[in-house]
């Protein structure tokens, strides 16, 4: 019986007591300070320079408006999602298709963008409560909408998106940050370029919605 009580406090993870020190090199220590104090080793807006050869305040400014670029597009991204759960109407299924579609461009950029962060040696936003913080796209209705409706939607964050790349892009050019430049350009531009074309196309008066 007490060899099946150790099994099961192991079980229910309070084995470390329970089996001694005989495998302490090997046991996860669970629960290391996730409750109380924090244990963050770079705050939030804090630089941690790498040898990439850009000054300071230039690695500063594109995290900046590469954390606004990453907060829009993850509401972009979550966005598409909605939209492929609610759609209606008889081009249900076309729709329903295409958000999935553009809603995996848009992780795949998330991931692009969230890690030239840090490959820039800055911190990006990643959780759900910091995005609906910073993200400069309107706040949604949780209930269904009609398919025009969030098709207009979805434009209006592309172009906002659209608008801050090309500004951001610049700048970032300017100041001689060519990989930023490149990113917001190459893959986050013609990328949300490219999706606002699909959608606009469905808004033309001969349009069923
Ligand atoms: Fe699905």
Redesign the pocket.
Known sequence: MANKKNLNDKAAGLGNEALGTEHEATEPKLHQQNSAGSQETQKFGEIVLRPHGLEEDVVKNSVQALNQVLADTITLRDMYKKH??QVVGPTFNQL?LMY?THFEAQVALVDSIAERIQVLGGISLAMAADIAEETNIERLPRGREPAAVQLSRLIDAHTLIIKECRDYAEKASDAGDSGTDDLLVSEVLRTNELQVWFLSEHLVAASPL
């Open positions: 492929h759960w329903h999935d």
